[in-house]
C-alpha cells in the first residue's frame, strides 16, 4: 500500500474521504466510501486523517531544501549527459524525476543518505516523527479494510509484517520543468473507465494506494489500476510516497476465506514470495498489472512453497 502526498489540479470524480468521520454518525456511509474506492479506483484521497499540517509542512520544507541544495544540479548535469533535453522520441524506460528513498523499516538508512550531514539531527527527529505517524495511518486504514472485506481485525497487518514488521520506506519525488512532456514520464495518472483520470490533491491531504499485493491478497475484491507519470513543462512538483509492503520473504497469495470454492476455475491471482515480485517491477512497472502477475505465475509454477502458514 503506498500513501502519496500529492500536488495537482483538482478532478471532482476522484473519491475523497473524510477520515475524522469514521467513528462518528457518518461511519456507516464513509466505510461504504471507501469500499467502492478500493474495489472500483484502487486510489482514493484522505482528508482529516491525523496527521498534523505542521509535521507535514515541515517534511516538505526539509525536503524541497534538500533537493535545491543537493540533487537539482545533478538533475540537470544528467538531462544533459543523456541528451534528454533534445530527444525526438518516447523515452519509455525511466522517469522525468529526481528521487531518494529513505527506509524506515526494518532498519533505518537515513545515516546512509548523502549530503545530511549538517541537517542530519533535525531531518532525522522530523522523518522518525513523521514515518511513526504514517505507519500508525497505514495500519489504522489495514484494519479498515478488514472490517470492510469481512477479516479479522489485524489480518492485513499480519500479512504485511509477519512475526516482526513490514518494509516500509518514503520515496521523495522532484519534478523539474520538461522541455519534452509528451516523450517522458512525469505526474500522477490513473486509468478509469480506459480514461486517464488527474490524482489530485487538496492541502494536507494524502492519496492511498493500493496496489498489486492488495489485490492478489483480497483475491481481485481491491482492485490494483494501472497509473502513470506525465512530465510539464513549467513548474517544479513534488511528491512524497511512502510505502507500506509487506517483508522481503513473505508469501503473497489469496487470502483463503476470500476464494469461492464453490467456482471450479483455477485462481485467477499467483502466490509469490515479494522480494521475486520486487525482482521483475522495474522492468514492468510502466505496464498494466498482468505482465507482473504472468511472470509471478511463470515463476510459481518453477517454485515449491510448502505449506503456507495462515495468520
Known sequence: MKLVKEKTK???????????????????????????ACENW??????????????????EKLTKDNYKKCLEDR????????????AQ????????????????????????????EDDYRSVKKVMKQFAVELKKLAEKLLDILCENIGLEQGYLKKVFSGSKWPNFGTKVNNYPPCPKPDLIKGGLQLLK??????????KH???INLGDQLEVITNGKYKSVMHRVLAQTNGTRMSIASFYNPRSDDIIYPTPALVDKEVKKPIAHPKFMFEDYMKVYPA??????????????????TISFGPVATV
Not at 193 to 202: C, K, V
Not at 294 to 301: L, R, V
Open 10 to 36: 483538482m478532478e471532482v470524480a476522484f473519491p475523497f474521504i473524510d477520515l475524522s468521520k469514521i467513528n462518528g454518525e457518518e461511519r456507516g456511509a464513509t466505510m461504504d466510501m471507501i469500499k467502492d
Open 42 to 59: 484502487d486510489f482514493f484521497e484522505l482528508m482529516n486523517h491525523g496527521i498534523s499540517h505542521e509535521l507535514m509542512d515541515t517534511v
Open 75 to 86: 538533475f540537470k548535469e544528467m538531462v544533459t549527459s543523456k541528451g534528454l533535453g533534445v
Open 89 to 116: 522520441s518516447n523515452i519509455i524506460d525511466m522517469d522525468w524525476e529526481s528521487t531518494f528513498f529513505l527506509r524506515h523499516l526494518p532498519e533505518s538508512n537515513l545515516y546512509e543518505i548523502p549530503d545530511l
Open 193 to 202: 473507465d480506459d480514461q486517464w483520470i488527474d490524482a489530485p490533491s487538496l
Open 205 to 207: 491531504s494524502i492519496i
Open 284 to 301: 514492468l512497472k510502466f505496464e498494466d498489472k498482468e505482465p507482473r502477475f504472468e511472470a509471478m505465475k511463470i515463476m510459481e509454477s
